[in-house]
């Protein structure tokens, strides 16, 4: 049975349910009193007075889902509470209030928080199914099925035990059903904070279990769905049954903060409306008090608190244009804070969250945050996902055809449906999903196309590629962060751009490296299942990459020359570095003619040449530093020039990211292409990144741009370039 407490007993005063309370002086209608229970019980009693009218005990229900819905048809609400009034009839909760006290109340908060008919419906019948006789099949023939399977769904949730170690997969079960259809979680959120309500009258060590329970799970879920007004209540309730000496402390402040004569927050709002008037812009300015754990949380940041620190001035508008006038008011008229500007509206959050969010300064130096949202936007902010409606109503144009779909569920919840396919095992799901709900700051990051990524803070460039691309993430090989080359672990902050460089090979594999830098479950997942299912390359990559590297190195070192340095001095020629002519015609006939090292011309390269010990000529492009050095010295220059042959020599330099195979991969690619390795180096990587050095011999000057781009394919090289000529100061 899902509600296990009965009286309302908390430790002091709690925030209401929906909305936070707002300044006195702000136009608001009447609020509307606590339900109550005992009375209702009562009514519940008495049954309905007329099967056509609605029975006086739900009146609190439709008088709020009349102020979202005014044309809401109740009649399903008659029927369901008729129902669901008959079939508990007789059942007590432990305060000996009748039970149908819980389900009413449940739907209480989800129709003040807009719930569409439907889902208020399921609400008033979702215990029906797990604690009476009532059956789905008989749930789905006089209610239909959309009812039918929000109610199954709630059923379900109800029988997950959250806090066992023993039961991932049910709880996996239960996330799987919750995606399919956002409206069953809403149903389970407010089932929760109903009985968090009522669970004083729970023995201490069961209060505790399910606060704890409610904590790890639930919260983090209410936030994902963007359900904030659920969420922030929740959290005060959990803050005073396991942590009562600090929830009395935090009462004690808001108490005597509340006492004060001035209110810092009272004169920055008048002044805002002041500006706000005469600027000509509609708005409502709103003080919206800080709830408990948000204020334990300032004051353990700030240690003393303000009168500015209690609360935020809420300023609602009614277009989207509006919110940025509001700001562009503010910062010219009062003085801003620049640092505490975040724009939520170009970028909405995870969980559907949009609204400016700033600050001013008070001359007493006193910081005031002012969130700027339309009314839209309050409702979605409060009630997430809730606020949605029915997200599987079919357009007019479009009719139904089965499917269930929805375009409107939150990018987390998709994602959540992604993981549990791709998870390994139940229990690697579970812990993931743990760590993923711990993260309760997000970060935005931009595609070089003008898309966005939202991440958690301290994720890496691993996570951002598995978030883009999924498992083809497994092929990618770097990334440039903010114009810049980057590893793929570098860690990402909230606005940089970054661009991910993907390899040609469809065979490619991630590293087992790339776990210590992912932080997000779609990449940990990824990752694990690839690492699962190829068993023999994950060994050898736990043997160490750079054994590998080692090995292969050995094996190619056979298949090349040791590497030369050619130079144009006397030591060079002293160590008997004797290059290939390429060809290249003098004006002293007979002298032995050398390519210099340092810039290794090529057809149709413009060329010099010099006079070296030996009455050797070495050969230059015009452009090297050398040439500019030996004409300072006084060196008499050589004519030369290009013979007949077509044949030459070139030094490449590639530059690539780590990963196995790479060498192999690139000279065999340069073997396709006909080109002959005369010396490779291969320099010791830094920061995953590796750079080498080939001097080569082609049949062809004109195959060498045909070379240099199937080098660049080859999965992992980054770029491509000729030995560049060392610099005047070199």
Not at 414 to 425: I, K, M, Y
Not at 493 to 499: L, M, Y
């Amino acid at each position: 049975m899902s509600a296990e407490a009965t009286n309302s007993v908390t430790p002091g005063p709690m925030p209401g349910a929906v909305s936070g309370p707002v300044t006195p002086t702000a136009p608001r209608r009447k609020s509307r009193p606590r339900i109550d229970l005992r009375r209702l019980g009562r009514a519940a009693l008495l049954g309905p007075a007329a099967r056509d009218r609605l029975p006086d005990a739900i009146s609190h229900v439709v008088d709020a889902h009349r102020a979202h819905h005014p044309d809401a048809d109740l009649e399903p609400l008659r029927r369901a509470y008729v129902l669901a009034e008959s079939s508990h009839r007789g059942q007590m909760r432990k305060s000996g209030e009748p039970y149908i006290t819980h389900p009413l109340a449940v739907t209480l908060i989800l129709a003040e928080l807009g719930a569409e008919t439907t889902t208020l419906t399921a609400s008033l019948l979702h215990d029906t199914v797990e604690d009476t006789d009532v059956t789905l099949e008989q749930v789905g023939e006089q209610f239909g099925e959309e009812v039918r399977y929000l109610v199954d769904g709630v059923t379900k949730l109800e029988k997950v035990d959250y806090g066992a170690a023993a039961e991932p997969e049910t709880f996996r079960k239960m996330l799987v059903a919750t995606g399919n259809d956002v409206r069953v979680m809403s149903i389970k959120l407010a089932d929760r904070l109903h009985n968090m309500r009522t669970l004083g009258v729970m023995r201490p060590e069961k209060q505790e279990r399910i606060a704890k329970v409610t904590r790890d799970v639930l919260i983090p879920l209410a936030e994902r769905l963007g359900v904030q007004a659920l969420k922030t209540e929740l959290e005060d309730l959990v803050f005073a049954i396991l942590r009562p000496e600090e929830y009395a402390h935090t009462r004690e402040l808001i108490v005597r903060n509340a006492a004060r004569t001035d209110d810092p927050l009272a004169e920055v709002a008048d002044e805002v409306r002041t500006v706000l008037r005469e600027a000509d812009i509609p708005a409502d300015v709103l003080i919206r008090p800080r709830h408990f754990v948000s204020v334990h949380r300032v004051s353990r940041k700030r240690g003393r608190l303000r009168g500015s620190d209690f609360g935020r001035l809420l300023v609602l508008v009614n277009e989207d244009a509006d919110c940025y006038g509001v700001l562009g008011e503010l910062h010219t008229c009062l003085t801003p804070v620049v640092s505490e500007f975040k724009d939520f509206i170009a970028v909405p959050k995870f969980n559907l969250y949009q609204s400016l969010h700033t600050a001013v300064a008070r001359e007493d130096g006193q910081v005031v945050e002012v969130l700027i949202r339309t009314h839209q936007m309050h409702k979605v902010a409060e009630a997430g996902v809730v606020a949605l409606g029915n997200p599987y109503a079919p357009a007019p144009d479009d009719p139904a055809d089965g499917e269930r779909v929805d375009p409107t569920r939150p990018g987390w919840l998709s994602r959540l449906l992604d993981w549990q396919e791709a998870a390994p095992d139940p229990d690697h799901f579970w812990s993931t999903l743990r760590e993923d709900l711990a993260q309760d700051r997000e970060i935005t990051v931009f595609r070089p196309d003008g898309g966005t990524l939202g991440l958690p803070e301290g994720a890496s460039c691993v996570d951002a590629a598995y978030a883009q691309y999924g498992e083809d993430a497994h092929a990618c090989i770097g990334a440039r962060v903010n114009g810049r080359l980057a590893t793929l672990s570098t860690v990402l902050k909230d606005g940089d751009t970054v661009q991910l460089l993907m390899g040609q090979d469809p065979a490619s594999e991630p590293s087992r490296e790339w776990l210590e830098h992912a932080h997000t479950p779609a990449a940990r997942i990824a990752i694990q299942r690839w690492l699962a299912a190829h068993p023999a390359q994950a060994e050898a990559q736990q043997t160490g990459a750079r054994g590998d590297r080692d090995r292969q190195g050995e094996e190619r070192a056979a298949a090349v020359r040791p590497a030369t340095t050619e130079a144009s001095d006397p030591a060079s020629e002293q160590a008997g570095v004797r290059p290939a002519t390429g060809n290249v015609l003098t004006d002293r006939p007979g002298a032995t003619v050398r390519l210099a090292g340092c810039c290794t011309p090529v057809r149709p390269d413009e060329i010099t040449g010099f006079a070296v010990r030996g009455g050797a000529v070495t050969v230059h492009r015009v452009e090297c530093a050398a040439v500019a050095r030996m004409k300072d010295a006084g060196r008499a220059e050589v004519g030369v020039r290009w013979g007949e042959a077509t044949e030459c020599r070139v030094t490449l330099v590639a530059e690539s990211f780590v990963r196995p195979h790479l060498l192999a991969d690139l000279t065999e690619a340069m073997a396709i292409e006909g080109a002959e390795i005369v010396s490779a180096t291969v320099e010791p990587p830094t920061q995953q990144q590796v750079r080498h050095t080939y001097t080569v011999q082609l049949p062809d000057a004109a195959h060498l741009p045909a070379l240099m781009r199937a080098m660049r394919n080859v999965a992992g090289v980054y770029d491509v370039s000729r030995a560049q000529p060392q610099t005047q100061g070199s």
